[in-house]
């Protein structure tokens, strides 16, 4: 699930959620819906660029947005759960 987001001229587009079963992992189905997004994005929104939040735990996801081309810009405290007590995000 992704959308394209901003204002004005500052549009991109934003991957929400992205999961694949089981046992269709290793299939190439979450590089295609990635770049699906990407597409979409650039037309008709003319988007710059794909932004995503993953948990820094996630060593797997992290990995494959990494095989992707996507690299880690910050790292947002406390994103997952809220406060001093969640989990970072990059």
Known sequence: MGKAEGKGTDWHGHVTAITV??????????EGMMTLLERVSEHPYDGYFVDLFVRCSNK?????????????????????????NGEDAY
């Open 21 to 30: 079963a089981p046992e269709y992992r290793r299939l190439g189905l979450a």
């Open 60 to 84: 797997v996801a992290i990995n494959m947005y990494k095989q992707f081309g996507y690299s880690i810009y910050r790292t947002v405290k406390g994103y997952y759960d809220g406060g001093e």
